[in-house]
């Protein structure tokens, strides 16, 4: 049965433009009718969205096209790349249908798109669902990377491999190893050959060790961020739980996919092998993420997967820049080696050029961005309108000094993460151990908040539990000695409440657990005051969980930012200049951005131009950088800069090439600016007046 579109969609749809148009209604007839379960809009899409192109509006449209026409949200699945854009993309999709529907401003219009959230956010629920028939316990732990990174340490120890006479790779690197393996599904050789050279002799123990964790985990019922996703993908290459999953889901539709990694794309492929109803949105022009695993080979290969190939749709109309920065910007990746075919243009006409500036030198360089930043501002351009990027955090090093020099104050993002906080860290612990009695690293990191209980005393303790078919009841039945009677007995009450199912009432438990924790917070830090005031927010933010569970998960897969601290000195500066890393910059835009170090070794990185492969994703970071401005682009490029002791040759200058990436045909596109520039009116400088005696004759006069 048909259902009429109501007289409002037309409007609301004719604000999109025409490549837009037909991404939103690809496979989706003006009649069509998609309540029945199993009826899918067209084929797979890949809708190629240039930079700036509205690609968020065109995916919301999408979705809420999809649902006009009867498709059940219960039925859609959305995947997007941090919680916080799912949270966004819903809200918009219902702002559309409100449009659609003309029900702008009534309570209760807004549709609930339920599985709409992250690939880690979305597989763990999945994982919990299927938890028995995949071989695990539904009861499982996540572990986030601080944690991984424990385990894998704890293991690496528990092998010998931390009392090895020659250098063994850390834990941190153990762990980066594992999850590239993981992650790409490349063997460990390969992932050893191209990414960890240094500790190619240590592959027989590295599997080793590899196997250990991974039975560690099985162990402690615990799974990590790579586990969500490989036993997803393990579910979807199963045919009767692929198939499963694949009619749970009519419509699959998933945001950045020029990010996602080998197992992601098997995930998708998996559960919809034809591609009916599949739609990924991204931009291979802006695939700048392999060093977490993800490859531009994905979004490239994406049509060939199917047969027929997928419909590719390009968005090619820029609502952000200027036509001139457009016509830089698609010079540079006009020449990159493979790509979509797509060209950006704009109808945002101006005379104003993009700016190559040569400097002399990093510090002359950090003295014109601070003289340009505060003449922009003198022309009515905030600083929060202003950006800074560059190719790696240590690049901004001499403009920071000279902006603090200069009173002019800024922010660079960065910072102590949440869930990296140790008083946050215990406080989980706390609700991990009890949620999951076989998790080790809780258990020890918990056991030993107890004073006068040591390492060793924990560790005979938690393998008494390990050996035990009820580790719980082994826990509550351990008899301290005496001078831990008292603290032990405390703990044991809590764990015990914690663990009824009669007692732990959420979030009475979290709070319970917090009454229990604040007299060892006090103990062990000095600050404990702003730690205290994390913890209650902690506290606060678990009333909106439904359960302990879903809590710890969902603040493991999307933990807030950054921990609180005493209210200081407040900033009374009315604005503030942006520094940020050309990465972190991706997907905000600014009206001024000057790019630093445009040379040959800075970008593209000379720790980056091993294969063609590397060389034609750092082109893709310089192309991010430039299409994140609207109306001001200035590319840096010093003759001369300083190469650390982290480089080969150690502390050294060197004079340096404009990046092979500007091409001497695009230098007709730019305004060349040499800075800083001759003195007014040409005037020749004094010469300096000659020394009475020279210096040859005072060196040799000191040998006399």
Known sequence: MSRPLPPTAAAAFDALNDRQREAVWFG????ADLAAPGRAAGGPLLIVAGAGSGKTT???????????????????????????????????????LQKVLGTAGVQGTTPSLPWAGTFHGVGARLLREHAVAIGLDENFTIHDRGDAEDLMGIVRHELGFSATARRFPMKGTCLGIYSRCVNTRAPLAEVLRDAYPWCAEWEAELKR?????????????IVDYDDLLLFWADMAADPALGALLGERFDHVLVDEYQDTNRLQAAILLGIKPRGDGLT??????????????ATVRNILDFPAQFQPPATVIALERNYRSTQPILQVSNAVIGRAAERHAKRLWTDKVSTRRSELVVVPDEMQQARWVAERTLALREGGLRLTSQAVLFRTASHSAAVELELARRNIPFVKFGGLKF???????????VL?????????LAGFRVLQLLPGLGAATATRLLDAMEAHADPASVLLAWQPRPGLAGEWQAFATLYASLRDAQQAVWPGDA?????????????LHEDAEPRQADLEQLVRLAAAHPSRERFLAELTLDPPESTSDKSGVPMLDEDYLILSTIHSAKGQEWTSVSVLNVVDGCIPSDMATGNSAEIEEERRLLYVAMTRAREHLHLVVPHRFYVTQQS???????????????DERDLLDFDQVFWPPPPAGGAVPKPAPRMETGVRERSRAAWN
């Open 432 to 440: 991990r151990f009890a949620q999951n009695p076989r998790s080790r």
């Open 511 to 523: 709070e319970r657990a917090l009454a229990w924790y604040l007299p060892h917070l006090q103990r």
């Open 648 to 662: 080969r040759n150690g502390d050294r200058h060197l004079y340096a090439a404009r990046s092979r990436f500007i």
């Open 28 to 31: 989706i007839d003006a009649q």
């Open 209 to 221: 060790l590899f196997g250990a964790y991974v039975d560690a985990k099985q162990q402690q019922n």
């Open 58 to 96: 065109t995916l919301a449209h999408r979705v809420a096209n999809l649902v006009l026409h009867g498709a059940d949200p219960q039925r859609i699945l959305l995947l997007t790349f941090s919680r916080r854009a799912a949270v966004d993309m819903e809200r918009r999709v219902g702002g559309v």
């Open 419 to 429: 869930l990296e906080a140790a008083h946050v860290k215990d406080l989980l612990a």
């Open 280 to 293: 990924v949105v991204g931009d291979d022009a802006q695939a700048i993420y392999s060093f977490r695993g």
